[in-house]
């Protein structure tokens, strides 16, 4: 299973039974408290439910009914509610991913061993036993007890319980591939595997913590909105007690008693808060994370992912991420007179046995060209001549025929030693093949060279695309590779990226992030490797690959279940949407705050100023009605925003500018009308039952 949620918050019944009663728990000063603008309504509806009380028995408060303050207090317990219920069922969709991997989450027997070389020897122990350098050693069918290397042998591994991926994978000591977590399986073979993590310490205990929130810190741009919510509301505090003292002096001046009640002003004061998104605020923050988790990538902080909305330099590694990973063949090209038939021949020849992705891709191409097939190793009693570091070759013998294919340099040499000629013209096309960014095999028969073969890194399907999209968001990609500069110029050009790094070297990698931060830069990047981890822990978004080393995971702030380095642009996305969907509710709160003042305050001061009537354009039947129909309202819109505090509001691939535009266009202008239409038809509703 992997950690994604329901696609419905909203619509799956436990979810929204869960937060209902954790709507009412959080009603807990406590809780309240850490949300400083719906604390202020917390405070305001046990301000106003004290008065209603106070009310039946007498005291009335400057004149207005029993019933007008009750259903204030009302409205503004079911405000504070609604906004413990947006943050619950926000929170709702980590426990619902918490829930379901704890149920991937077993205590299972591991075999001990004392040693690599005693391996035959173990002791059964609780998985939970198990300490940071142990041991174990894990055979076909068991689950691997923990996080940790592989040190020793090397299987197919089922982690579809964590990636939700069902095609096993290969883990094997050594290299970029020796990481494992632990709640997978072993499907083959067998591997020894030291444990990385203290007891609760697993990967899976770090994500079922993450997920559930718990551990969930607020971002600097979180903090810093909060700030200016807070300061808005001491202004409007100020506001509303300047209201009431001019209220109480132009009373006292006009000679006649205070129309204007403390309920009133509370309720007031409620309107104009930012409370809107002071509401959502929270939910936002966790929806953000939330999604992150479906894509299945675990944020280690909020931080990050709201780094990941600024990244201005996107850094990709060029294997797996802008290619396929594989170079596949494309091309046969004849020297020598030899035909290209003749040469697809004992190019497929050479490759039958040969299983990597570049054998068998010549194998395929020789069937789709020259109709070559159905041909075996015992057809003609061959012999295959395995490929090796020392030899930079591989081939195959038959009755006293020889087919070699490799590494340019490698087969002049085996021609050459036999008194054979490597001709200018296989240098040439050699050469043509290596300035495009491709890699030439050169196919030998019997000591004369018969061509070459064009193996060429294949770009992924839409990523060039994907480049462009990227860069009309004002983020630079750069390609990171080992290749030479011309090979990364070539693939870099094909790829539509903006810039390379050729010949990357960690130092390199490392030195190239900090310039780009020294100029005001924020960096993103990718990696596996413990030489990707000086890089990743500099740079401001590192996401690391879940199949790559420890070293990596723990450098970045980031790690990606699916191990797929293409998962960075998903990552910016999501950065950006959580900001975008932040900027666009609260541009629509404040306009909204800004809308309900001037939609009350000419009908609630009318009384005291007959000529501010004219002002009352919405033509709201009452004070009282007005303050009712604004402070519903109030309510209700919160609701009615948590599904795009929840899912974000729609990306959009455009410039900050344009942005703004948008945001003032669509969610201020929105903010602005939605209340003058939707607290008129509140009041024509509260005339038409009677409450006006």
Not at 435 to 452: F, I, M, Y
Not at 567 to 589: P, Y
Request: glycine share 8%.
């Amino acid at each position: 299973m992997s950690i994604t949620a329901p696609k419905s918050a909203l619509a799956d019944k436990a979810m929204v039974t869960r937060a209902i009663k954790d709507s009412f728990a959080k009603l807990d000063p406590r809780v309240q408290i850490e949300n400083p603008v719906m604390f202020l309504v917390w405070v305001s509806a046990i301000l106003t439910t004290m008065l209603a009380i106070v009310s039946f028995a007498g005291i009335q408060d400057a004149g207005v009914s029993s019933g007008y303050i009750t259903a204030i207090a009302v409205i503004l317990w079911f405000t504070v509610l609604f906004a413990n219920f947006a943050e619950a069922i926000a929170e709702g969709r980590g426990k619902a991913q918490a829930d379901s991997l704890r149920a991937a989450k077993k205590d299972v027997e591991a075999h001990k061993i004392d040693s690599i070389e005693s391996r035959d020897h173990f002791t059964v122990v609780p998985g939970t036993s198990l300490t940071r350098g142990d041991l174990v050693i894990v055979r076909a069918g068991e689950q691997i007890p923990g996080n940790g290397d592989v040190v020793e042998g090397a299987a197919s591994v089922d982690e579809s319980a964590i990636t939700g991926e069902s095609a096993p994978v290969v883990r094997e000591a050594g290299g970029d591939r020796s990481a494992v977590t632990g709640g997978t399986t072993v499907l083959s073979d067998w591997i020894v595997v030291q444990i990385s993590s203290e007891p609760g310490e697993s990967f899976l205990d770090k994500m079922i913590a993450m997920v559930e929130g718990a551990a969930r810190k607020k971002t600097p741009n979180e903090i810093a909105l909060e700030i200016f919510l807070v300061a808005l509301t001491i202004i409007f505090i100020l506001v509303t007690m300047s209201l009431y003292c001019y209220s109480v002096f132009s009373s006292e001046l006009n000679g006649i008693a205070n129309p204007t009640s403390i309920t009133t002003l509370v309720a007031l004061l409620v309107c104009l808060a930012p409370t809107t998104i002071g509401a959502l605020l929270s939910a936002i923050g966790i929806a953000g994370m939330s999604r992150l988790n479906q894509a299945n990538v675990l944020a280690m902080s909020g931080r990050a992912i709201e780094a990941a909305g600024d990244v201005d330099i996107l850094m990709l590694d060029k294997t797996g991420t802008i290619t396929l990973g594989n170079r596949q063949a494309s091309e046969f090209i004849p020297v020598d007179g030899t035909t290209p038939e003749e040469l697809a021949d004992a190019a497929q020849l050479s490759s039958l046995a040969d299983e990597t992705p570049e054998g068998r891709s010549i194998v395929v191409l020789a069937k789709e060209q020259f109709g070559l097939r159905g041909r075996t190793l015992e057809d003609k009693h061959m012999t295959f001549v395995p490929f090796t570091a020392s030899t930079r070759m591989s081939g195959v013998d038959y009755d006293g025929v020889e087919i070699r294919k490799g590494a340019a340099d490698s087969v002049r040499a085996w021609v050459e030693s036999a008194g054979g000629v490597y001709s200018d013209a296989c240098s040439v096309v050699v050469d043509n093949i290596a300035k495009r960014g491709g890699t030439p095999l050169v196919v030998a028969k019997n000591h004369k060279v018969l061509g070459v073969i064009y193996l060429k890194d294949i770009i992924k399907q839409g990523v060039k695309e994907k480049f462009a999209d990227l860069r009309r968001m004002g983020i630079k990609t750069i390609m990171v590779t080992g290749d030479n500069p011309l090979t990364a110029a070539a693939i870099a050009a094909e790829a539509g990226v903006d810039d390379f790094l050729a010949e990357a070297t960690p130092e390199g990698k490392l030195a190239k992030i900090r310039q780009f931060q020294a100029e005001g830069h924020l960096v993103a990047m990718t990696g596996d490797g413990t030489n990707d981890a000086p890089a990743l822990a500099q740079a401001d978004v590192a996401v690391a690959m879940n199949t790559g080393t420890q070293a990596a995971k723990e450098a970045g702030n980031m790690v990606d279940l699916d191990s797929s380095p293409t998962k960075l642009i998903e990552v910016v996305r999501i950065g950006k949407q959580l900001l975008m969907t932040r900027g666009s509710l609260t541009t629509f709160s404040v306009a909204n705050d800004v809308a309900k003042y001037f939609a009350i305050i000419p009908a609630l001061f009318a009384p005291i100023y007959p000529g501010l009537a004219a002002l009352n354009i919405l033509g709201l039947a009452t004070p009282q009605s007005a303050v009712l129909s604004a402070i519903i309202y109030n309510a209700l819109v919160i609701v009615a925003l948590i599904p795009a505090a929840l899912k974000g509001v729609k990306y959009r691939e455009v410039s900050s500018g344009q942005l703004l535009t948008h945001n003032l266009l669509v969610w201020g202008l929105g903010g602005l009308v939605a209340p003058f239409v939707f607290i008129k038809l509140i009041d024509l509703l509260l005339v038409m039952v009677g409450l006006a």
